[in-house]
């Protein structure tokens, strides 16, 4: 049997723990050097000359090579690019190093773009790129399309309101919307209007731009919460205020946001994370009562 190597030998692949930041909102210590802030200017400045001069060999060597398809469609670029200046270097969290690129295109379209770096194999590479301010992806439907049997609750969400369907029969809470009632068959179905508040049950991160849409406006979080006031029912909402960078925790308490999008007159759900420290104060309110 080998003895294992030391901790200064073999690659140097300090990142283990994928790219969330964020747990109940306190951001991880970093373990990035100065050595290693310098290293990594130098490779980003490098990096914005590869991509000013088009060189698309130069531009994926400084790419995880696992992520060169996600990293590539994610980011939304000026085209052509006329100016590419790399504005920032700091530590992020865990074995993160995070640069902003601001890049210029024809006409003064400007950009900003943050890289996060891992050391890799003895040289550092980017593993999440994203544009900034980050943006969420918005629904593409328009309100001609909405499905009949959905209609109602779209409408209500547009007027800031969460209603979810409900049998009339037999009190059954339906998610999502049907046209028979599944525990009793009726077809005595009602949208009642519910507290947009509930609980994490489950959660996914999108770091591929899987549609035209959310090209640079990726990663995103899309939860799944359940509903205590409507008999547990599981809605799906991406989150926010921190899109893509949230690392929620299963049964962690979230709160509705009804936010506009696109022409303004029509609005749609978002999960908003409860501060764990608002939590604990809530509880302890309620044990004062
Ligand atoms: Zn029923």
Known sequence: MTSSPGPEAG???????????LRGGAEVTSRATAADLDEVRQRARRHARALLAADRGAVLADLLPDRWQQILGSLDLPAPL???EVTEVRAGAGAFVETRLRCVGGGADTRE???RWVAYEGS?????????????????????????VEAEHWEAMNRGELRVQRCVTCQTWIWGPRHLCPSCRGFELVFQPVAAEGF?????????PFEASMVGRVPFVVALVELPHAGDVRVAALLEPTPGEADPAIGQAVDGVFVSYGDQDRRILRWRLRDRADEARTEGDDRAH
């Open 11 to 21: 690659p140097r692949y300090l990142s283990t723990v994928g790219g969330p930041t």
């Open 200 to 208: 994490v049950y489950s959660w996914t991160r999108t770091v591929q």
């Open 113 to 115: 773009v943050r890289l």
């Open 124 to 148: 550092w590479r980017v593993r999440e790129a994203r544009n900034v301010p980050a943006r969420l992806p918005e629904p593409v439907f328009l309100a001609e399309e909405y499905p009949r």
């Open 82 to 84: 006329v100016q590419a």
